[in-house]
């Protein structure tokens, strides 16, 4: 979803990390995660396979996996989780695997980017890097439901009440705003974006009215899928005075990152916001 | 007005929507890694905290119930569960671990099976059987990222012929390709 449809989280991705002095390079050869709402629930033998390759591909250089998205968070997270536990299915993939030479021996770990920033990196790390502070900025984060749950898999934060996003936006100087049903769906996820637009940016526009109700000047998530919702939601939805803005790319503006790299225009709703 | 109420219709409706149980759904479902549907005690706290149910008629614990009384002609070719995000919310508030939206996906991939499968939803999984991935790569997303400073075509399969044909390999053994017509 990033690659392709919003480059510029990409970009900022790239740059807040290596302005963090973190190590990563390209994971070649790899495929769509696969995107877990449509392919796993198209045929999850599929989806195990397709994912197990894509950590197979980082097993044999080594690698841990960052992922920027949400998505790709929950299938490559949750296939490692369930082939580490399951022999029996373990082997059923690697027959699989084994056409194209491949082995996956459970040894991949999957980390999101904002587990990185919070848990390795650090607030205060993160607050030192920080040289144009937005001090006056109402921010209503937005976790997406996969990067939290389900929890019992991926024991990262509490599900219901999560305060990680919350701190690393404070990083910069701003406020994370409360609001109501903070934690609920953007709306896209498990192909009903896809099937039933309509249903999905009737979640959308709850969500919408419950950020602006809170004040807020823009949105901050942690996942391209959940961003497209907000971004064409909004544009679909008629609701265009609160941009939605990437971790990333908010880092990367408090950084001082060299703007050109941060996509902020080629959104539907572009990216402005006051330092004030 | 003489009211009658016609008793062999009724009896009739009733005999008819008896035949569409299936006893062996709820088996099947549990087969196929639906473990905790039977766990379910019907207390309604997925349909209150479904975003979902807000806006839809879909009621994720008639859903449970349906599957547990096999009601499959009701379930499978309905549009009702492909109206679930797979937020995760019912899964973290069930109070009898009953793994909804994996029994979700196991019901969706039955249907899927039987050929119910949305145009949308075709699309995408076309495009990952042609490109690895499920968004195109055209003229457009070049662009914008050769403007964001990426170089334009990612070194994903997309850059590898060789590593798109592994991932069609795959699709081939788990016969994906066939499962959704590509
Ligand atoms: S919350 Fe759990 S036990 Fe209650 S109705 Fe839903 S699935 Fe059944
Ligand atoms: S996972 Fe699906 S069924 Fe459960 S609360 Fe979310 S949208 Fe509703």
């Known amino acids: 979803m990033a690659p392709l449809r919003y480059p510029g989280i990409e970009s900022a991705a790239r740059a807040v990390l290596s302005a963090l002095d973190v190590q990563f390079s390209d994971l070649k050869d790899v495929s769509c995660c696969p995107a877990p709402g449509v ?15 894509n950590l197979a591909l980082a097993e044999v250089q080594n690698a841990d996996i960052i992922t920027i998205c949400n998505g790709c968070f929950a299938s490559l997270f949750e296939v490692a989780y369930i082939l580490n536990n399951d022999r029996e299915k373990l082997d059923e993939i690697n027959a699989i695997l084994a056409d194209i030479d491949l082995e996956y021996n459970c040894t991949t770990n999957v980390k999101h980017f904002a587990d990185i920033l919070f848990k390795d990196i650090g607030v205060k790390k993160i607050a030192d890097s920080v040289n144009y502070p937005y001090k006056n900025l109402k921010i209503a984060v937005h976790y997406g439901c996969h990067f939290l749950k389900p929890s019992n898999v991926k024991n990262i934060d509490d599900p219901e009440r999560p305060m990680i996003l919350d701190k690393l936006v404070e990083a910069v100087g701003a406020t994370s705003v409360d609001y109501m049903d903070k934690n609920r769906c953007c709306g896209a996820g498990g192909g009903v974006r896809a099937r039933a637009k309509e249903v999905a940016l009737k979640m959308t526009a709850d969500k919408l009215e419950n950020i602006e109700k809170a004040g807020a000047n823009c949105i901050v998530d942690i996942c391209p899928f959940c961003h497209l919702q907000f971004d064409m939601g909004a544009m679909e939805l008629g609701k265009t005075n609160i941009p939605v803005v990437n971790l990333a790319q908010l880092y990367g503006l408090a950084f001082g990152i060299d703007k050109s790299k941060l996509g902020l225009d080629i959104q539907a709703v572009p990216i402005k916001l006051d330092k004030g | 007005m003489e009211l009658r109420i016609d008793m062999t219709d009724e009896v009739e409706v009733v005999e008819k929507k ?4 299936n006893p062996e759904f709820v088996e099947e479902v549990i087969k196929a890694g639906a473990v905790s549907v039977n766990l379910c005690w019907q207390c309604g706290t997925c349909t209150a905290s479904c975003p979902s149910g807000l806006h839809t008629a879909f009621r994720v614990r008639k859903l449970i119930r349906r599957v547990q009384l096999g009601f499959m002609d009701e379930v499978l070719p309905a549009d009702d569960m492909w109206m679930c995000t797979t937020c995760y ?24 099976k039987m050929g119910y499968m949305a145009e949308t939803h075709k699309k995408a999984a076309t495009l990952l059987v042609k490109t690895g991935h499920t968004i195109p790569l055209d003229d457009k997303a070049k662009a914008l990222r050769k403007k964001v400073g990426l170089i334009e075509t990612p070194l994903t399969t997309l850059s590898n012929s060789e590593a798109l044909e592994e991932v069609q390999k795959i699709l081939r053994h788990t016969g994906f390709d066939k499962i959704v017509g590509a």
């Open chain 1, 39 to 53: 392919f796993r629930s198209f045929d999850q033998q599929t989806w195990l396979a397709i994912s197990a390759r």
């Open chain 2, 18 to 21: 008896a035949k569409l149980v």
């Open chain 2, 89 to 112: 919310t019912c899964h973290e508030r069930c109070p009898r671990d009953v793994k909804i939206p994996e029994i979700i996906f196991t019901l969706r991939n039955m249907a899927v």
